[in-house]
Nanobody, 126 residues
Framework: QVQLVESGGGLVQPGGSLRLSCKTS????????IGWFRQAPGKEREGASC????????YYEDSVKDRFNCSRDIASSTVYLQMNSLKPEDTAVYYC???????????????????WGQGTQVTVSS
């Protein structure tokens, strides 16, 4: 049974940092594209903020480029999202998702992936 469990969310001031974790089980991490998605209140679902493809370079959506860093630790089957220089508009529920497609597609929304977690709330506010 595949599971993805996010953690690490919370309240942070503008300009602050936060690191989210996504613990996976039941899948071989390097065989999947792993993406981080966010759902802000009152907004439509977006494509991925970042994607760690099974092969190749990490993808970053323009609004998070140079501020967010995605990484994975194969040994612990965990994926991380390091978020720096946070802005109020980064407030959202953050999800990780796994996709077994041959090629990743950054336009896919969360539920178009094969598996996803329950999300963790990130609030950026003073």
């Amino acid at each position: 049974q595949v599971q993805l469990v996010e953690s690490g969310g919370g309240l942070v001031q503008p300009g602050g940092s936060l690191r989210l974790s996504c613990k996976t089980s039941g899948l071989t991490l390097y065989e999947y594209h792993i993406g981080w998605f966010r759902q802000a209140p009152g907004k439509e679902r977006e494509g991925a903020s970042c994607i760690l493809p099974s092969h190749g370079l990490t993808y970053y959506e323009d609004s998070v480029k140079d501020r967010f860093n995605c990484s994975r630790d194969i040994a612990s089957s965990t994926v991380y999202l390091q978020m720096n220089s946070l802005k109020p508009e980064d407030t959202a529920v953050y999800y990780c998702a796994a996709d077994a497609s041959r090629y990743y597609n950054p336009s896919k929304t969360l539920h178009e992936n094969d598996f996803w977690g329950q999300g963790t709330q990130v609030t950026v506010s003073s």
